[in-house]
């Protein structure tokens, strides 16, 4: 009975590991995503104003719609923009398809935030009812929490590393993973949905995301320490 609660114990554990690093990018990707600062920023940043021939009120107004059609129940993603009174769709069919395989992968995220919060709550659960002490399961918690960020930090490190030499191939490897198209492969002469975001506005976005976890991990270790 001991070596079968032990197992469970283990093997809880290397799920916890693998999937709260996991649990944390998920959220910063949601939560990144959804802000009015990333996108702000990305249009200061990359001159979309100028390369776009869009003002800075019809991108905001732009991403407002991309924010509100990623938790909305809409297939399909018709960006309007008004210029001199006339409103226009701005994506063609090509873009519109591929924001719904973007949104397919959105919804996944918000789903790997639930399953993964949920494995990690019955963590919590089951070391607290095997240890049959708050302070001790919080040690056995705090440990496997090092563990795991130690591990983040090591990939994220890696990969900062990657991404600095050649973050055009991680962006095309990425993609080639996520999606089973090429609709992804636009034209930011034609496509207005690579002109508004270059490959620099999702590098950065994945450095914002990578600062989040860590800054995250060193919260949430702090925490566990006090308890």
């Known amino acids: 009975m001991y070596s079968q609660t032990k197992n469970i114990q283990i093997l809880s554990s290397v799920f916890y590991i693998i999937l709260l690093p996991i649990f944390f990018i998920s959220i910063n990707v949601i939560l990144i995503t959804n802000s009015d600062w990333l996108y702000s920023y990305g249009w200061n940043r990359n001159q979309i104003e100028n390369s776009t021939g869009l003002s800075i009120e019809q991108l ?13 129940d809409e297939e ?7 210029e001199d009174g006339i409103k226009y ?5 090509k873009e519109v398809i591929h924001m719904k395989d973007v949104k397919h992968l959105m919804k996944l995220t918000q789903s790997t935030v639930i399953f993964s919060g949920l494995i990690i709550l019955a963590h919590y659960l089951l070391t607290i009812f095997t240890a049959k002490s708050l302070r001790k399961s919080s040690k056995l918690i705090l440990k496997s929490s090092k563990i795991s960020a130690y591990s983040t930090i090591i990939f994220l ?4 590393i990657t991404a600095s030499i050649n973050f055009t191939w991680l962006f095309r490897q990425f993609h080639f993973i996520s999606f089973s198209n090429d609709l992804w492969q636009l034209n930011p002469n ?38």
């Open 60 to 72: 905001n107004n732009g991403s407002d719609q991309i924010k509100s059609y990623f938790n909305n």
């Open 76 to 82: 399909y993603l018709n960006l309007i923009i008004v």
């Open 89 to 93: 769709s701005l994506y063609n069919e």
């Open 157 to 160: 490190t890696i990969f900062g």
């Open 190 to 227: 034609t496509d207005y949905l690579i002109a508004m975001f270059p490959q620099r506005f999702f590098l950065e976005t994945t450095i914002f995301i990578g600062l989040f976890t860590v800054f995250e991990f060193i919260i949430y270790l702090i925490v566990l320490k006090k308890i």
